[in-house]
């Protein structure tokens, strides 16, 4: 980032501008009192009042009355403003009360707040285990030679075997009082963090729904253009990084088997000795219930994503009819209007007024087909050898498959030639399929033939030879 940079975020971010508010330390202490502390969303405005009212009291009684004189609700909808945009306002379906929840900016500065205090006790030695198992997950999954990976799946299976192996002889190694602190640590600030990572989802999934929603209101093109356009953006969004990543997030919450052994494991981190005299040990308990919540909104997030888009585009499809009923009845009375005083001279002109004619008697009548009589007698010589296994050799050539090949092959490429499209895909019947590849190529607008060019394909028989054809070059074209 330059300097630039940095200076439109001064005057734009609005965790910036929260930063820089006069009444900062009374919002951000309303903010972890309401959102962040309790680890909620969604508040209603008079419960949010009824916080703030609390806060603003105790704060009254020391301060005095003259250093905080607005009212609370006062405060909400300045803090809720478009300019400041440090509280989300908005309606829920079926609901007259408005609701409040933290913008991700706040939420960055309540967590950059708590970090300046300082920490009495700094994860290391987990954070450190925590890159290791993360870089060794990255290395031996992203591994392609399969030696290696057997070595390696071998070596952790000596360390287990090894490891009960001292568990057996009475040696069982427990983790320390500070390393069970450093771990929880840990565990708490990416359960902070995850919360925190919800908020920013949901925020890019309202991004998109803006702006599907700018796109339909401005649109001059046909319904069926805007539509391909919609649910391309709706593809991407769902195709990208943070889409799948938050996509096999939910998967794995929803699954029963991984929620059971979830709540167990915290469960079972709750009784360690070591973590007994911790004040916030009972939060963790509680981990999988904050998170459901927040996933749940993301959801309903991307549901009336899709609502929307069908609301707006049946409202552009009653305007569009309304329009055309619009220039009917502006027809009807234009000609009501001339039918007792049409003008003089040519009034109208009506293309090919002319009919062709075609009468019944023109048509030639039927004539049944000759029929060819065939002598069907197989005569065989005396001791002759008649192979009928031919008649059961034949094979079909799928036309449907190899167009799914080309399809595979130009998702990726704007173009592609017959060559790069076999090796991905190398011919299994041979000519036949190479012929096959040839028609498709003239059957399809989207393909050229280049005579003036040739290119090489080859192929294996059952019997392990290798049959080689030059040909001329096919080019196969991304359809527009």
Known sequence: MDYYAINSLRENHAGWSLLRAQNAPLALTFFMAAFTGPNQRNIGRQQLIDILDDVLFGLRDVEGEDKFPRQASEYLDDWAAPEKAWLRKYYVQGQDEPVYDLTPAAEDVIRWVENLRGRDFVATQSRLTSIFAVLKQLVQQSET???????????????????????????????????????????TALAKDLLSDFREVEQNFRKLDRQVREQIATWDGTQGELLQSIFENQQDISSSLQGRTF??????????????????????????????????????????????????????????????????????????????????????????????????GVFMDIAAPSVDVALPFERPLYEPSTRVLVDDDVIAADDADLDAGALFNQFHVDKERLRSNIDAVLAEEEQATLAEITDAYPLSQGLAEVVAYYQLATESDWATINPEASQHLSWQLPDGSIREATLEQIIFGRPA
């Open 145 to 187: 030679d399969p030696e290696v990976r057997l070595a390696e799946l071998q070596r952790q299976r000596d360390e287990l075997d090894a490891e009960m192996q001292r568990i057996r002889d009475g040696n069982v190694k427990v983790m320390s009082a500070p390393e069970a602190l450093d771990h929880f640590q840990q565990l």
């Open 247 to 344: 996509q096999g997030f939910w998967d794995y919450l929803m699954s029963p088997q991984a929620r059971t052994e979830l709540r167990d494991l915290l469960e079972r981190a709750t009784q360690i000795e070591a973590l007994a005299q911790l004040d916030n040990l009972h939060t963790v308990v509680n981990l999988q219930q904050d998170w459901l919540p927040a996933v749940e909104q993301t959801q309903a997030t991307v549901r009336q994503l899709s609502q929307q888009m069908r609301r707006l585009l049946d409202d552009k499809v009653f305007l569009e009819n309304k329009r055309i009923m619009q220039l009917i009845r502006s027809i009807e009375s234009a000609a009501l209007s001339t039918r007792e005083r049409p003008p003089s």
